[in-house]
């Protein structure tokens, strides 16, 4: 099994569904994080993990027959924030010292290995004075899923 772009076609539907509150965090769209990447075969995605050796991270992916053998990490921020600014901060240049790590605001996705930012992608936009997401870019979905997919093989 492997992601595939109708996996994040789900996935981001169950985003905007989900903002339509008008009452959610970033942790009101961790949820949806996990069937995504266990989606990808022989994937845990483990939520709120353990600190480990650079921090603690939302996400820990554990490789389903030895769950010594850690794929990799992300961390979500919620979809009003910016990735660029992020980035910049102490917490982002702690997790860098992790293999493998993505950073998301569930629109923006960003891909880091050892350290350094060799992937991103756009698969929608929030509109702050319409509090409002738009899914956009779904020529992304594909390509997305793909490098979901190669990021924990």
């Keep these: ?3 595939k772009a109708q996996d994040i076609d789900t996935f981001i539907g169950s985003v905007i569904k989900e903002s339509l509150s008008g009452v959610t965090t970033e942790h009101s769209y ?13 994937i845990d995605a483990i939520n709120e993990p353990t600190r480990s050796e650079h ?3 939302d996400y820990v992916f554990l490789n389903k027959n030895n769950r010594e053998i850690i794929r990799g ?13 992020i980035e ?4 982002m240049d702690r997790y860098k010292g992790y293999d493998n790590i993505i950073l998301t605001n569930n629109l923006d996705w960003r891909f880091f290995r050892n350290g350094e930012k060799y992937f991103e992608i756009k698969i929608g936009e929030y509109s702050s004075k319409e509090k ?7 020529e992304n979905y594909g ?3 793909d490098e979901i997919n190669a990021f924990l093989n």
Excluded: C, H, W
């Design 143 to 145: 390509r997305l899923a």
């Design 88 to 91: 910049k901060t102490d917490q």
């Design 30 to 42: 961790r949820g949806f994080f996990k069937p995504l990447f266990e989606s990808v075969n022989n």
């Design 1 to 3: 099994m492997s992601a």
């Design 132 to 138: 409002k997401i738009t899914a956009i870019y779904k």
């Design 73 to 85: 990490y992300a961390e979500m921020k919620d979809i009003n924030k910016n990735l660029d600014d």
């Design 55 to 57: 921090g603690a991270p």
